[in-house]
C-alpha cells in the first residue's frame, strides 16, 4: 500500500466522517453523561457516618475500604474479596447470594464487579454502613485491606488456564498471608501487588508496584518481579529487578523489597512506586540478590 497511499485513505475517511456531534464538546460530554446516569437511583442527602464511638473493627473498615458519594450522606462500599491467605476473588455460592441480599437492602440492588476482583456496592446510606459491615462479616468477606498489600490481583494461572507457564493462585495464597501480618504491624501504605501466570498479563502484573509474572524455564516454574509500575495518573510499566525466581523464594524476595522500601521512604506518606522512583531500582535489587 505504501505510506503516501495509507495517508491517502485515513485522510479521506476522516473527510466522511460527521463532526456534528463534537461540535460542542459540553454538549458530548453531557450526552456521554446522560448515557451512564440513566439507572443512577434517586438518593436524597442525608446525616454524614459518626465514627467517634464505632467499634475499632468497624472503624478500620470504613478507613480502608468506603469512599463518600457525591450525595452528601451515602458512600461507595468496596467489599474485599482478599482474606488472609484466600485465593483473590474467590467466593462460594452462599456468599455470592448472601452478597446479592446485602446489596437489595443497603445498595438499592446493585452491586458491580471491579477488575480489582473485588465488589463495590455504589449506593449504601452512611447510616447502614454498620449493618452492611456486619452482615459481611458474618460471611468472611468483612476485610478491611482494599488498596493495601494483600489486597492482590491474580489470574487463574496454571490450576486452571490452558495458557499459563506458571500457577498464579499458591503464591498469592503465601504472599497475602504474610502481607495481611506485616500490614498489622507495619504502616505499609497504599501498594498494589499483582501476579500473572503467564506473559498475557491477565493480571496486570506490568502496571503493579510490585509485580509478579510467572513462566516457565527450563520446565521449572520461575517468577519474574518487576518493580514501580503504576497506573494512577502517572501511569508506568514495572521494571524488571533482575533474573526470575522459584516459588518457594518468591516470599522472601517480596519481603526485602517491602523491608527496603520502609528503609528508604521520606516518610509514611511517601507510597511505594513514589519512593522507588526516586531511589532507582539499584538499592532493591542489591538488598534481594546480594548474599541470597
Known amino acids: 500500500l505504501g ?88 467466593v462460594t455460592g452462599e456468599q455470592m447470594r448472601a452478597l446479592a441480599d446485602l446489596a437489595d437492602a443497603h445498595s438499592q440492588g446493585e452491586l458491580r464487579i471491579t477488575h480489582r476482583q473485588n465488589v463495590v456496592f455504589p449506593y449504601v446510606r452512611a447510616a447502614e454502613l454498620e449493618a452492611l459491615y456486619q452482615g459481611l462479616a458474618a460471611i468472611g468477606l468483612g476485610e478491611d485491606n482494599i488498596g493495601q498489600a494483600s489486597d492482590i490481583i491474580a489470574c487463574p494461572g496454571l490450576d486452571y488456564c490452558a495458557l499459563a507457564t506458571a500457577r498464579s493462585i499458591p503464591v ?11 500490614e498489622a504491624a507495619d504502616a505499609l501504605g497504599p501498594i498494589t501487588l499483582n501476579i500473572s501466570g503467564c506473559i498475557n498479563a491477565c493480571g496486570h502484573h506490568h502496571a503493579a508496584n510490585i509485580g509478579i509474572l510467572g513462566l516457565n524455564k527450563a520446565e521449572k516454574e520461575s517468577y519474574q518481579i518487576t518493580l514501580g509500575g503504576r497506573s494512577d495518573e502517572q501511569a508506568s510499566v514495572g521494571e524488571i529487578l533482575g533474573p526470575g525466581f522459584a516459588q518457594a523464594d518468591v516470599p522472601g524476595a517480596v519481603s526485602k523489597i517491602i523491608d527496603t522500601y520502609l528503609s528508604l521512604r521520606e516518610s509514611a506518606e511517601e507510597r511505594f512506586p513514589d519512593t522507588y522512583a526516586r531511589v532507582g531500582k539499584e538499592p532493591f535489587k542489591e538488598a534481594v540478590y546480594v548474599g541470597a
Open 3 to 90: 505510506l503516501e497511499n495509507y495517508r491517502e485513505e485515513v485522510r479521506a475517511e476522516l473527510a466522511n466522517i460527521d463532526r456534528a456531534p463534537f461540535a460542542s464538546v459540553e454538549a458530548e460530554y453531557a450526552r456521554i453523561r446522560d448515557a451512564f446516569e440513566e439507572g443512577t437511583p434517586q438518593m436524597e442527602p442525608a446525616s454524614a457516618l459518626d465514627l467517634s464511638t464505632a467499634e475499632p473493627a468497624f472503624k478500620r473498615w470504613v478507613e480502608a475500604n468506603v469512599a463518600p458519594h457525591r450525595v452528601d450522606g451515602w458512600a461507595i462500599a468496596q467489599i474485599s474479596v482478599k482474606p488472609k491467605g484466600g485465593i483473590p476473588g474467590d
Open 172 to 182: 498469592a495464597q503465601e504472599l497475602s498471608t504474610i502481607l495481611r501480618t506485616r
